[in-house]
């Protein structure tokens, strides 16, 4: 073959063609790691398609860790962490990854002013892993895990608001908003069957009590087309013929201060909560956590003292 035209996708490693997909460029990779080593952070993240941030999207590193004693190593497009001896590791597509409860917590060393991971999306990502595990115990545990963790606070308030159940980033926030703005949890992605026990259909939120309520978390580019509001309306009737009120959310219902309140207002009207028991003012998103704004807080204060 001509060596002339073969890609060096990282040195040592000749390849045909220029990988372009992240399994592919971790593929490339591989071979030129001579120790025990599994991809890490937002490479882990990204192999188990895991949910991520806008703000995470600007890291373009293949991100890999290895045991704590190795030498430092340097290779193009590469970023190395330490670390590989207390973190899961497990296969996929026959590559060795940090499994999904740790990279959940490696995430904490990209939490902080000026980084791009905020309390919301650990507790977005954390709600797909418990989701795809059927438990937030894996998450527990890998964070008590560590020594010290990078973000610990953040990864701590992240744990509290995190449930199984949620199917998508939107649906996490809708929960946030709901919950945030005063009103019980809902129920999440539960089936709803007729009295003779048929299937008609898994919204995505409901509430059974005071009222039967339902909520279906819509987006504009699976759901704006005529034939999928058609099938929409379809599913909303067949909830509605076994008694429940059906809410539909939309992006703007979640990504404006008037949206928020709006929503939350309208789900309180349809479950008779009291307007006096709402906290409008927490429904926003939340990038810090409390204790992080309680200790800037306090930094402030003995400044001022100063």
């Known amino acids: 073959m001509d060596r002339f ?7 040592g490693v000749r390849v045909e063609k220029r990988p372009v997909s992240l399994i592919e460029r971790c593929s490339a990779i591989a071979p030129a790691m001579v120790a ?3 991809f890490s952070h937002l490479t882990a993240a990204g192999l188990h398609g895991l949910p991520t941030s806008t703000g995470m999207d600007g890291d373009s590193a293949i991100h890999v860790i290895r045991p704590a004693g190795d030498l430092s190593f340097r290779r193009r497009g590469v970023r190395g962490h330490r670390g590989y ?19 959940w917590v490696d995430m904490g060393e990209l939490i902080g002013p000026g980084l791009p991971v905020g309390l919301d999306d650990l507790i977005v990502m954390g709600d797909a892993i418990a989701t795809r595990l059927r438990t ?18 953040t990864l701590l308030e992240a744990l509290d608001w995190i449930r199984v159940g949620s199917e998508s980033p939107a649906e996490t926030r809708t929960r946030l908003v709901l919950v945030r703005g005063g009103l019980p949890e809902p129920i999440l992605n539960e089936p709803i069957r ?8 898994r919204p995505d939120m409901t509430y059974l009590e005071p009222v039967r309520f339902a909520l279906e978390v819509q987006g504009r580019r699976f759901h704006s ?11 909303y009737a067949s909830f509605r013929n076994e008694g429940y009120k059906v809410v539909a959310v939309w992006d703007s219902d979640i990504n404006s201060d008037s949206g928020r309140t709006a929503l939350v207002l309208k789900a309180a009207e349809i479950l008779c909560f009291p ?16 204790r992080m704004l309680e200790l800037a807080e306090m930094r402030k204060r003995r400044l001022r003292r100063a």
Not at 136 to 153: S, Y
Not at 195 to 201: E, N, R
Request: proline share 6%; net charge neutral.
């Open 136 to 153: 937030v115990d894996p998450l527990r545990e890998a964070l008590a895990r560590r020594v010290r963790p990078r973000g610990k606070l």
């Open 225 to 235: 087309g005529s034939e999928e509001r058609a099938h929409d309306e379809d599913r």
């Open 36 to 38: 025990e080593f599994a």
């Open 194 to 201: 007729t009295k003779s026990g048929l299937w008609v259909g």
């Open 5 to 11: 035209r073969l890609v060096a996708p990282t040195h």
């Open 85 to 103: 001896d207390c973190r899961q590791v497990e296969q996929i597509n026959g590559l060795p990854v940090v499994g999904l409860a740790d990279t």
């Open 275 to 290: 307007q006096t028991l709402l906290t409008l003012d927490q429904c926003a998103p939340r990038f810090f956590s409390t």
